[in-house]
């Protein structure tokens, strides 16, 4: 069992920056591939971010492209989503998902869900 817990939300101004962090705790964090979702009042959740478990590999969505970073560091078990350029449109909660595979992360398939947390951008 991997247990996800996500922190960092809040609420911050269109053009403004926020730094999400997903501590994960239980099997060997380092072998899991991690990722970031979200959804928005209405609407299906959506992927944002992924990363593999070295983090040699990222992936985003088009939305988020050179807007949002994921980056992870295995020796505190924990993954990063830092998002600047903030837009209204990015209002959701965000969700960190793990999965011992990438594809299931980007599919959105991943075993492991933590309980999300909300981002509201003002404009």
């Known amino acids: 069992q991997v247990q996800l817990v996500e922190s960092g939300g809040g609420l911050v101004q269109a053009g403004g920056s926020l730094r999400l962090s997903c501590a994960a705790s239980?099997?060997?964090?380092?072998?899991?591939?991690m990722g970031w979702f979200r959804q928005a009042p209405g609407k299906e959740r959506e992927f944002v971010a992924a990363v593999s478990w070295s983090g040699g590999r990222t992936y985003y969505a088009g939305s988020v492209k050179d807007r949002f970073t994921i980056s992870r560091d295995n020796a505190k078990n924990t993954v990063y989503l830092q998002m600047n350029s903030l837009k209204p449109e990015d209002t959701a909660v965000y969700y960190c998902v793990a999965d011992l595979t990438l594809g299931a992360v980007v599919r959105g398939t991943g075993d492991y869900w933590g309980q999300g947390t909300q981002v509201t951008v003002s404009s």
């Open positions: 239980g099997r060997t964090f380092s072998s899991y591939a």
